[in-house]
Protein backbone atom coordinates (compact mmCIF):
# COMPACT_ATOMS: atom_id res chain seq x y z
CA UNK A 1 0.00 0.00 0.00
CA UNK A 2 1.53 3.28 -1.12
CA UNK A 3 1.94 6.19 1.34
CA UNK A 4 -0.80 8.15 0.27
CA UNK A 5 -3.18 5.10 0.13
CA UNK A 6 -2.05 4.66 3.87
CA UNK A 7 -3.18 8.10 4.37
CA UNK A 8 -6.52 8.34 2.82
CA UNK A 9 -7.18 5.39 4.48
CA UNK A 10 -6.49 6.75 7.87
CA UNK A 11 -8.52 10.08 6.87
CA UNK A 12 -11.46 7.70 6.14
CA UNK A 13 -11.94 4.91 8.23
CA UNK A 14 -13.71 4.89 11.30
CA UNK A 15 -12.22 6.22 14.63
CA UNK A 16 -13.03 2.64 16.32
CA UNK A 17 -11.30 0.76 13.82
CA UNK A 18 -7.87 2.54 14.74
CA UNK A 19 -5.38 1.94 17.12
CA UNK A 20 -5.26 3.99 20.07
CA UNK A 21 -1.66 5.59 18.59
CA UNK A 22 -3.26 6.42 15.22
CA UNK A 23 -7.21 7.93 17.01
CA UNK A 24 -4.53 10.12 18.43
CA UNK A 25 -2.89 10.95 15.17
CA UNK A 26 -5.93 11.26 13.56
CA UNK A 27 -7.27 13.45 15.68
CA UNK A 28 -4.26 15.85 16.06
CA UNK A 29 -4.04 15.93 12.45
CA UNK A 30 -7.81 16.80 12.01
CA UNK A 31 -7.47 19.62 14.60
CA UNK A 32 -4.71 21.30 13.19
CA UNK A 33 -6.61 21.64 9.88
CA UNK A 34 -9.17 22.79 11.96
CA UNK A 35 -6.80 25.57 13.50
CA UNK A 36 -5.60 26.88 10.09
CA UNK A 37 -9.05 27.02 8.68
CA UNK A 38 -10.27 29.00 11.55
CA UNK A 39 -8.33 31.80 9.83
CA UNK A 40 -9.63 31.42 6.39
CA UNK A 41 -12.46 33.81 5.30
CA UNK A 42 -15.35 31.63 6.08
CA UNK A 43 -15.70 33.49 9.48
CA UNK A 44 -16.54 30.34 11.33
CA UNK A 45 -14.37 29.70 14.54
CA UNK A 46 -14.11 26.02 14.87
CA UNK A 47 -13.66 24.08 18.23
CA UNK A 48 -11.14 21.33 18.45
CA UNK A 49 -12.60 17.90 18.25
CA UNK A 50 -13.74 16.15 21.30
CA UNK A 51 -11.45 12.93 22.14
CA UNK A 52 -12.10 10.18 19.15
CA UNK A 53 -14.61 7.78 19.29
CA UNK A 54 -17.57 7.08 17.60
CA UNK A 55 -18.42 7.49 13.71
CA UNK A 56 -15.73 9.18 11.23
CA UNK A 57 -14.29 12.52 12.29
CA UNK A 58 -15.42 13.75 9.35
CA UNK A 59 -19.22 12.89 9.74
CA UNK A 60 -19.00 15.10 13.17
CA UNK A 61 -18.69 18.06 11.35
CA UNK A 62 -21.64 20.40 9.98
CA UNK A 63 -21.44 21.10 6.43
CA UNK A 64 -19.34 24.14 6.03
CA UNK A 65 -16.87 22.66 8.52
CA UNK A 66 -16.50 19.65 6.93
CA UNK A 67 -15.89 21.83 3.45
CA UNK A 68 -13.21 23.62 5.19
CA UNK A 69 -11.39 20.52 6.34
CA UNK A 70 -11.33 18.96 3.21
CA UNK A 71 -10.60 21.87 0.93
CA UNK A 72 -7.04 22.93 3.30
CA UNK A 73 -6.79 18.97 3.27
CA UNK A 74 -6.94 19.09 -0.82
CA UNK A 75 -4.40 22.18 -0.78
CA UNK A 76 -1.79 19.95 0.64
CA UNK A 77 -2.93 16.03 -0.74
CA UNK A 78 -4.07 17.59 -4.36
CA UNK A 79 -3.95 14.13 -6.29
CA UNK A 80 -5.97 12.54 -3.47
CA UNK A 81 -9.09 14.50 -3.64
CA UNK A 82 -11.19 12.85 -6.09
CA UNK A 83 -10.87 9.70 -4.65
CA UNK A 84 -12.43 11.48 -1.13
CA UNK A 85 -15.38 12.86 -2.74
CA UNK A 86 -16.08 9.76 -4.34
CA UNK A 87 -16.02 8.11 -0.96
CA UNK A 88 -18.88 11.44 -0.13
CA UNK A 89 -20.00 12.84 -2.88
CA UNK A 90 -22.16 15.03 -0.63
CA UNK A 91 -18.90 17.08 -0.07
CA UNK A 92 -19.00 18.73 -3.87
CA UNK A 93 -22.17 20.92 -2.72
CA UNK A 94 -20.84 21.47 0.72
CA UNK A 95 -17.28 23.01 -0.88
CA UNK A 96 -19.16 25.16 -3.62
CA UNK A 97 -20.71 26.73 -0.45
CA UNK A 98 -17.17 26.92 1.00
CA UNK A 99 -15.23 28.86 -1.75
CA UNK A 100 -18.21 31.10 -2.25
CA UNK A 101 -17.61 31.98 1.47
CA UNK A 102 -14.35 32.92 0.39
CA UNK A 103 -12.30 29.45 0.43
CA UNK A 104 -10.14 28.68 -2.49
CA UNK A 105 -10.47 25.74 -5.06
CA UNK A 106 -8.23 23.21 -3.80
CA UNK A 107 -8.28 21.01 -6.90
CA UNK A 108 -8.91 21.93 -11.26
CA UNK A 109 -11.83 19.08 -10.63
CA UNK A 110 -13.62 20.41 -7.74
CA UNK A 111 -12.86 24.04 -9.93
CA UNK A 112 -14.98 23.00 -12.95
CA UNK A 113 -17.74 21.21 -10.72
CA UNK A 114 -17.99 24.54 -8.99
CA UNK A 115 -18.49 27.01 -12.04
CA UNK A 116 -22.28 26.77 -12.01
CA UNK A 117 -22.51 27.47 -8.51
CA UNK A 118 -20.44 30.57 -8.65
CA UNK A 119 -22.72 32.22 -10.95
CA UNK A 120 -25.70 31.13 -9.23
CA UNK A 121 -25.38 32.08 -5.66
CA UNK A 122 -24.57 35.62 -3.98
CA UNK A 123 -22.04 35.23 -1.67
CA UNK A 124 -22.61 35.23 2.12
CA UNK A 125 -20.45 34.95 5.44
CA UNK A 126 -21.68 33.67 8.58
CA UNK A 127 -20.13 33.06 11.94
CA UNK A 128 -21.04 30.50 14.58
CA UNK A 129 -21.71 30.87 17.92
CA UNK A 130 -21.44 28.54 20.61
CA UNK A 131 -24.54 26.90 20.19
CA UNK A 132 -24.08 26.32 16.04
CA UNK A 133 -26.53 29.24 15.46
CA UNK A 134 -25.19 31.40 12.50
CA UNK A 135 -25.28 35.29 12.92
CA UNK A 136 -24.07 37.98 10.61
CA UNK A 137 -20.67 39.32 11.77
CA UNK A 138 -20.48 42.84 12.83
CA UNK A 139 -19.26 44.80 9.73
CA UNK A 140 -16.35 46.94 9.65
CA UNK A 141 -16.49 50.57 9.74
CA UNK A 142 -17.13 52.20 6.67
CA UNK A 143 -13.96 54.51 5.41
CA UNK A 144 -14.55 58.32 6.22
CA UNK A 145 -13.02 59.58 2.80
CA UNK A 146 -14.74 59.75 0.07
CA UNK A 147 -12.41 59.40 -2.55
CA UNK A 148 -11.63 56.05 -0.87
CA UNK A 149 -15.93 55.05 -0.68
CA UNK A 150 -15.95 56.08 -4.44
CA UNK A 151 -13.11 53.57 -4.83
CA UNK A 152 -14.76 50.94 -3.17
CA UNK A 153 -17.89 51.69 -4.60
CA UNK A 154 -16.42 51.31 -8.22
CA UNK A 155 -14.42 48.08 -7.42
CA UNK A 156 -17.33 45.95 -6.59
CA UNK A 157 -19.61 47.36 -9.22
CA UNK A 158 -16.50 46.00 -11.38
CA UNK A 159 -15.84 42.79 -9.17
CA UNK A 160 -17.90 40.27 -11.37
CA UNK A 161 -16.32 41.87 -14.70
CA UNK A 162 -12.78 42.08 -13.95
CA UNK A 163 -13.41 38.50 -12.24
CA UNK A 164 -12.89 36.18 -15.24
CA UNK A 165 -12.33 32.51 -13.61
CA UNK A 166 -15.37 33.61 -11.17
CA UNK A 167 -13.28 32.39 -7.93
CA UNK A 168 -13.91 35.59 -5.82
CA UNK A 169 -10.22 37.01 -6.04
CA UNK A 170 -8.93 39.32 -7.94
CA UNK A 171 -5.78 38.21 -8.94
CA UNK A 172 -3.19 40.30 -10.38
CA UNK A 173 -3.64 38.48 -13.63
CA UNK A 174 -7.23 39.47 -13.90
CA UNK A 175 -6.40 43.14 -13.34
CA UNK A 176 -3.59 42.93 -15.79
CA UNK A 177 -6.37 41.86 -18.35
CA UNK A 178 -8.82 44.40 -17.23
CA UNK A 179 -6.08 47.19 -17.65
CA UNK A 180 -6.15 46.66 -21.31
CA UNK A 181 -9.78 46.76 -21.66
CA UNK A 182 -10.89 49.83 -23.50
CA UNK A 183 -14.52 49.55 -21.88
CA UNK A 184 -13.19 50.51 -18.38
CA UNK A 185 -13.36 54.69 -18.54
CA UNK A 186 -14.07 57.29 -16.27
CA UNK A 187 -13.61 56.52 -11.98
CA UNK A 188 -14.38 52.53 -13.32
CA UNK A 189 -10.46 52.95 -14.55
CA UNK A 190 -9.18 55.23 -11.82
CA UNK A 191 -10.15 52.68 -9.13
CA UNK A 192 -9.30 49.75 -11.50
CA UNK A 193 -5.31 51.07 -11.67
CA UNK A 194 -5.43 51.98 -7.90
CA UNK A 195 -6.80 48.42 -7.13
CA UNK A 196 -3.58 47.30 -8.90
CA UNK A 197 -0.89 49.59 -7.21
CA UNK A 198 -2.27 48.29 -3.67
CA UNK A 199 -3.43 44.67 -4.39
CA UNK A 200 -0.99 43.48 -2.20
CA UNK A 201 -1.53 45.73 1.14
CA UNK A 202 -5.47 45.42 -0.04
CA UNK A 203 -5.34 41.41 -0.42
CA UNK A 204 -3.99 41.21 3.75
CA UNK A 205 -7.33 42.73 4.93
CA UNK A 206 -8.94 39.94 5.78
CA UNK A 207 -7.44 36.60 6.68
CA UNK A 208 -9.29 34.81 3.88
CA UNK A 209 -6.45 32.38 2.49
CA UNK A 210 -4.52 29.29 4.49
CA UNK A 211 -0.66 30.57 4.41
CA UNK A 212 0.14 33.57 2.33
CA UNK A 213 -2.27 36.18 1.03
CA UNK A 214 -1.26 36.18 -2.58
CA UNK A 215 -4.37 34.83 -4.74
CA UNK A 216 -6.05 38.68 -4.93
CA UNK A 217 -8.19 41.07 -3.06
CA UNK A 218 -11.96 39.45 -2.68
CA UNK A 219 -15.20 41.47 -1.52
CA UNK A 220 -14.45 40.79 1.96
CA UNK A 221 -11.32 42.44 1.95
CA UNK A 222 -12.74 45.46 0.30
CA UNK A 223 -15.46 45.90 3.29
CA UNK A 224 -12.32 45.76 5.66
CA UNK A 225 -10.69 48.67 4.04
CA UNK A 226 -12.46 50.76 7.06
CA UNK A 227 -10.86 49.15 9.52
CA UNK A 228 -7.49 49.12 7.98
CA UNK A 229 -4.18 51.08 8.77
CA UNK A 230 -4.82 54.85 8.61
CA UNK A 231 -1.72 55.28 6.42
CA UNK A 232 -3.33 52.93 3.81
CA UNK A 233 -6.75 54.78 3.44
CA UNK A 234 -5.06 57.83 3.06
CA UNK A 235 -3.22 56.16 0.31
CA UNK A 236 -5.66 55.06 -1.30
CA UNK A 237 -7.77 57.91 -1.08
CA UNK A 238 -4.96 60.12 -2.35
CA UNK A 239 -3.96 58.06 -5.21
CA UNK A 240 -7.59 57.37 -6.51
CA UNK A 241 -7.97 61.37 -6.97
CA UNK A 242 -4.43 61.90 -8.08
CA UNK A 243 -4.81 58.98 -11.11
CA UNK A 244 -7.81 60.69 -11.83
CA UNK A 245 -6.40 64.01 -12.58
CA UNK A 246 -3.64 62.36 -14.36
CA UNK A 247 -5.98 60.83 -17.23
CA UNK A 248 -8.19 64.22 -17.39
CA UNK A 249 -7.52 66.43 -20.60
CA UNK A 250 -4.91 63.60 -22.27
CA UNK A 251 -6.74 63.22 -25.78
CA UNK A 252 -4.16 64.22 -27.99
CA UNK A 253 -0.49 62.81 -28.90
CA UNK A 254 1.46 65.78 -28.98
CA UNK A 255 0.49 69.11 -27.26
CA UNK A 256 2.81 71.21 -28.81
CA UNK A 257 7.02 70.12 -28.71
CA UNK A 258 7.78 66.92 -26.47
CA UNK A 259 8.57 68.83 -23.44
CA UNK A 260 11.38 67.14 -21.34
CA UNK A 261 10.15 69.04 -18.30
CA UNK A 262 6.67 67.28 -18.78
CA UNK A 263 7.75 63.43 -17.97
CA UNK A 264 6.87 62.16 -14.91
CA UNK A 265 7.04 59.16 -13.75
CA UNK A 266 4.46 56.53 -13.16
CA UNK A 267 3.86 53.30 -11.10
CA UNK A 268 6.50 50.91 -12.86
CA UNK A 269 9.82 50.82 -12.40
CA UNK A 270 11.27 51.75 -15.65
CA UNK A 271 13.41 54.98 -14.55
CA UNK A 272 16.06 53.40 -16.82
CA UNK A 273 13.80 54.48 -20.22
CA UNK A 274 12.90 57.62 -18.79
CA UNK A 275 16.48 59.05 -18.07
CA UNK A 276 17.34 58.37 -21.13
CA UNK A 277 13.65 59.38 -22.94
CA UNK A 278 13.83 62.90 -21.29
CA UNK A 279 17.52 63.68 -22.64
CA UNK A 280 16.50 62.95 -25.86
CA UNK A 281 13.64 65.20 -25.52
CA UNK A 282 15.92 67.84 -24.50
CA UNK A 283 18.49 67.02 -27.05
CA UNK A 284 16.25 66.47 -30.06
CA UNK A 285 12.85 66.59 -29.53
CA UNK A 286 12.01 65.76 -33.70
CA UNK A 287 12.94 62.15 -32.83
CA UNK A 288 10.53 61.76 -30.66
CA UNK A 289 7.82 62.70 -33.22
CA UNK A 290 9.66 60.83 -35.80
CA UNK A 291 9.72 57.47 -33.74
CA UNK A 292 5.71 57.63 -33.52
CA UNK A 293 3.19 56.88 -35.93
CA UNK A 294 -0.44 57.91 -35.30
CA UNK A 295 -2.10 55.01 -37.73
CA UNK A 296 -5.58 56.94 -36.99
CA UNK A 297 -7.59 53.64 -36.15
CA UNK A 298 -6.71 53.62 -32.43
CA UNK A 299 -2.97 52.09 -32.75
CA UNK A 300 0.71 53.52 -32.94
CA UNK A 301 3.44 52.18 -34.87
CA UNK A 302 6.75 53.13 -33.01
CA UNK A 303 10.43 52.97 -34.37
CA UNK A 304 13.46 52.48 -31.88
CA UNK A 305 16.47 53.20 -33.60
CA UNK A 306 18.26 49.94 -34.37
CA UNK A 307 14.79 47.88 -33.66
CA UNK A 308 11.88 46.38 -36.24
CA UNK A 309 8.79 48.99 -35.75
CA UNK A 310 6.66 47.68 -33.22
CA UNK A 311 2.73 48.25 -33.48
CA UNK A 312 0.65 49.08 -30.29
CA UNK A 313 -2.99 49.76 -28.94
CA UNK A 314 -4.26 53.10 -27.71
CA UNK A 315 -2.83 53.42 -24.08
CA UNK A 316 -6.57 52.59 -22.21
CA UNK A 317 -7.29 54.83 -19.49
CA UNK A 318 -6.37 52.28 -16.77
CA UNK A 319 -2.94 52.03 -18.41
CA UNK A 320 -2.35 55.53 -18.95
CA UNK A 321 -3.54 55.97 -15.22
CA UNK A 322 -0.58 53.91 -14.25
CA UNK A 323 2.15 54.98 -16.70
CA UNK A 324 4.45 57.85 -17.17
CA UNK A 325 3.15 61.05 -18.04
CA UNK A 326 3.90 64.31 -20.44
CA UNK A 327 2.66 67.03 -22.40
CA UNK A 328 0.65 64.32 -24.02
CA UNK A 329 0.03 60.73 -24.84
CA UNK A 330 3.96 60.30 -26.49
CA UNK A 331 5.18 59.31 -23.19
CA UNK A 332 2.45 56.49 -22.36
CA UNK A 333 2.65 55.61 -25.79
CA UNK A 334 6.22 54.92 -26.15
CA UNK A 335 6.39 53.27 -22.35
CA UNK A 336 3.66 50.79 -23.69
CA UNK A 337 5.38 50.19 -27.41
CA UNK A 338 8.68 49.90 -25.30
CA UNK A 339 7.54 47.27 -23.01
CA UNK A 340 5.73 45.27 -25.96
CA UNK A 341 9.41 45.14 -27.30
CA UNK A 342 10.77 43.87 -23.96
CA UNK A 343 8.10 41.15 -24.59
CA UNK A 344 9.18 40.40 -27.92
CA UNK A 345 13.05 40.14 -26.84
CA UNK A 346 12.61 37.89 -23.45
CA UNK A 347 14.06 34.89 -24.12
CA UNK A 348 12.43 32.91 -21.24
CA UNK A 349 9.03 34.54 -20.21
CA UNK A 350 7.46 37.99 -19.94
CA UNK A 351 4.98 39.76 -18.19
CA UNK A 352 1.51 40.08 -19.50
CA UNK A 353 1.77 43.52 -18.83
CA UNK A 354 3.96 45.58 -21.43
CA UNK A 355 4.42 48.15 -19.06
CA UNK A 356 5.70 45.40 -16.27
CA UNK A 357 7.43 43.88 -19.04
CA UNK A 358 9.49 47.79 -19.39
CA UNK A 359 9.93 48.53 -16.00
CA UNK A 360 11.54 45.83 -14.93
CA UNK A 361 14.69 47.99 -14.47
CA UNK A 362 17.96 48.72 -16.07
CA UNK A 363 21.44 49.65 -16.52
CA UNK A 364 22.81 52.85 -17.53
CA UNK A 365 23.49 50.48 -21.01
CA UNK A 366 19.77 49.22 -21.59
CA UNK A 367 19.20 53.24 -20.66
CA UNK A 368 20.79 54.69 -23.57
CA UNK A 369 20.01 52.01 -26.13
CA UNK A 370 16.55 51.41 -25.96
CA UNK A 371 16.33 55.47 -26.71
CA UNK A 372 19.16 55.78 -29.17
CA UNK A 373 20.41 52.17 -30.44
CA UNK A 374 23.63 52.87 -29.62
CA UNK A 375 26.06 51.22 -27.21
CA UNK A 376 27.57 52.80 -24.67
CA UNK A 377 30.52 53.63 -22.08
CA UNK A 378 30.30 53.15 -18.10
CA UNK A 379 32.37 54.40 -15.68
CA UNK A 380 32.22 53.52 -12.01
CA UNK A 381 32.42 56.85 -10.42
CA UNK A 382 34.58 55.04 -7.09
CA UNK A 383 37.43 53.79 -9.88
CA UNK A 384 37.09 56.58 -11.80
CA UNK A 385 39.51 59.70 -11.41
CA UNK A 386 37.73 63.28 -11.12
CA UNK A 387 39.55 64.76 -14.18
CA UNK A 388 38.47 61.79 -16.48
CA UNK A 389 34.77 62.26 -15.79
CA UNK A 390 35.07 65.75 -15.78
CA UNK A 391 36.66 65.65 -19.37
CA UNK A 392 33.85 62.84 -20.45
CA UNK A 393 31.62 64.84 -19.41
CA UNK A 394 31.85 68.40 -21.32
CA UNK A 395 32.98 66.26 -24.53
CA UNK A 396 29.43 63.36 -24.01
CA UNK A 397 26.95 66.65 -23.38
CA UNK A 398 28.77 69.39 -25.87
CA UNK A 399 27.99 66.55 -28.70
CA UNK A 400 24.47 66.48 -27.63
CA UNK A 401 25.23 62.63 -26.53
CA UNK A 402 22.82 61.25 -23.83
CA UNK A 403 24.26 60.87 -20.83
CA UNK A 404 22.83 58.91 -17.69
CA UNK A 405 23.96 58.22 -13.49
CA UNK A 406 22.26 56.29 -11.13
CA UNK A 407 22.55 55.26 -8.02
CA UNK A 408 23.25 51.44 -6.50
CA UNK A 409 21.09 50.14 -3.85
CA UNK A 410 21.15 51.30 -0.76
CA UNK A 411 20.28 54.38 1.60
CA UNK A 412 18.63 57.57 0.16
CA UNK A 413 21.91 60.08 -0.45
CA UNK A 414 20.92 63.72 0.64
CA UNK A 415 17.60 63.35 -0.50
CA UNK A 416 18.09 61.37 -3.85
CA UNK A 417 16.31 58.16 -4.02
CA UNK A 418 18.72 54.99 -4.22
CA UNK A 419 18.20 52.69 -7.01
CA UNK A 420 17.51 54.98 -9.91
CA UNK A 421 18.49 56.50 -12.32
CA UNK A 422 19.16 60.00 -13.37
CA UNK A 423 19.57 62.37 -16.40
CA UNK A 424 22.53 64.49 -16.80
CA UNK A 425 21.59 67.47 -18.54
CA UNK A 426 24.45 69.45 -18.69
CA UNK A 427 28.20 69.97 -17.18
CA UNK A 428 29.56 73.85 -16.71
CA UNK A 429 33.63 73.23 -16.51
CA UNK A 430 33.68 77.00 -14.69
CA UNK A 431 31.99 76.44 -11.81
CA UNK A 432 32.56 72.82 -11.80
CA UNK A 433 28.87 71.69 -11.65
CA UNK A 434 26.72 68.99 -12.89
CA UNK A 435 22.89 69.21 -13.41
CA UNK A 436 20.88 66.41 -13.43
CA UNK A 437 17.08 65.58 -13.40
CA UNK A 438 14.88 62.88 -11.39
CA UNK A 439 12.17 61.22 -13.95
CA UNK A 440 10.00 61.58 -11.38
CA UNK A 441 9.87 65.29 -11.57
CA UNK A 442 10.12 66.04 -8.37
CA UNK A 443 12.54 64.37 -5.18
CA UNK A 444 15.53 66.09 -5.59
CA UNK A 445 19.08 67.05 -3.55
CA UNK A 446 18.19 68.75 -0.03
CA UNK A 447 19.73 71.40 1.85
CA UNK A 448 20.77 71.65 5.26
CA UNK A 449 17.37 70.79 6.85
CA UNK A 450 17.59 67.96 5.01
CA UNK A 451 13.58 68.09 4.03
CA UNK A 452 13.65 71.34 1.38
CA UNK A 453 15.49 71.53 -2.07
CA UNK A 454 18.47 73.01 -1.87
CA UNK A 455 17.55 75.20 -4.61
CA UNK A 456 14.24 76.15 -3.33
CA UNK A 457 11.85 74.03 -6.02
CA UNK A 458 11.34 70.66 -6.25
CA UNK A 459 11.01 69.93 -10.31
CA UNK A 460 13.58 67.06 -9.85
CA UNK A 461 16.03 69.35 -11.37
CA UNK A 462 19.17 70.05 -9.59
CA UNK A 463 23.08 71.09 -9.49
CA UNK A 464 25.94 69.02 -8.38
CA UNK A 465 29.45 70.52 -7.51
CA UNK A 466 31.26 67.23 -9.11
CA UNK A 467 32.63 66.22 -6.27
CA UNK A 468 29.51 65.66 -5.07
CA UNK A 469 28.39 64.41 -7.79
CA UNK A 470 30.89 61.55 -8.01
CA UNK A 471 30.45 60.73 -4.11
CA UNK A 472 26.58 60.63 -4.34
CA UNK A 473 26.64 58.89 -7.56
CA UNK A 474 27.43 55.24 -8.16
CA UNK A 475 27.94 55.36 -11.99
CA UNK A 476 27.57 57.40 -15.21
CA UNK A 477 26.80 56.30 -18.39
CA UNK A 478 27.91 58.14 -21.97
CA UNK A 479 26.25 57.01 -25.55
CA UNK A 480 29.12 56.61 -27.71
Given at each position: ???????????????????P?L???????????L???G??????????????????????????E?????????????????????????????????V?R?????????????????????????T??????????????????PN?????????????????????????D????????????????????????????????????????????????????G???????????????Y?????Q?Q????E??????????????????L??L????????????????????????V?F??????????????ER?????????W?????????T??????????????????G????????????????????????????????????A??????????????????????Q??????A???A??????????????????????????????I???????????????????
Amino acid sequence: MSAVQERLELELSPVSDLSPTLQSERLGYFNSLLESVGSLRTGLPLAPLQPPGGPPVLSKLAPPERAAVVATWGDVHREELPPLLQQDPSLDAALSDFVIRGGRAPNPEVTDAMVQAYASRQATTLTRTGEGKATTPTPAPAPSDPNVQQFISRVKANFAKWDKNKDGFLSKDELKDALKDPSNVGQDAIALATLYKFVDQLQELSDDELGRERSGVTLRDLDRVGSAEPQLQQKLGANFQYLGSKVQGQTRLFEGEPDWQSVRQGSYGNCYFLAALVGKAKTDPGAIKRMIKDNQNGTYTVTFPGRKPVTITAPTEGERALSSSGNGLWVAVLEKAWGTVCQDESWLFSDKNPFEEGGSGGWGNRSIHSVTGKDSDTDILLLTSKSTTRNKLEKALKNGKLVVACIYAGKDRQGLPAQHMYSVLAFDRASDRVTLRNPWGHTEVVGQDGRSPRDGQDDGIFQLSLDEFCSLFSEVTYEN
